[in-house]
């Protein structure tokens, strides 16, 4: 879990605005679509800023589910 943060190899930001009502699904969706990427890869984190710019979301995959992370 967050102690595996430390394991993250790669980061990758969206750039704009995102909709902050997105659960895991609609995030991976993005990560897809946006980035042409697999949300599925290990040791990739993936963040989502608000759009009041004072929030984030972040996605992880842990191998057996999805971390994610909110601020």
């Not at 004072?54 to 995959?61: H, Q």
């Amino acid at each position: 879990m967050l102690h595996e943060l430390p394991s993250i190899k790669k980061i990758y930001i969206a750039c704009g605005k995102t909709d902050l009502r997105k659960g895991i699904d609609g995030l991976a969706t993005i990560v897809k679509e946006h980035f042409q990427l697999d949300p599925f890869q290990k040791n990739i984190l993936f963040l989502f800023c608000g759009g009041r710019m004072d929030r984030f979301k972040g996605l992880v995959w842990e191998g057996d589910g999805f971390l994610l992370l909110y601020k």
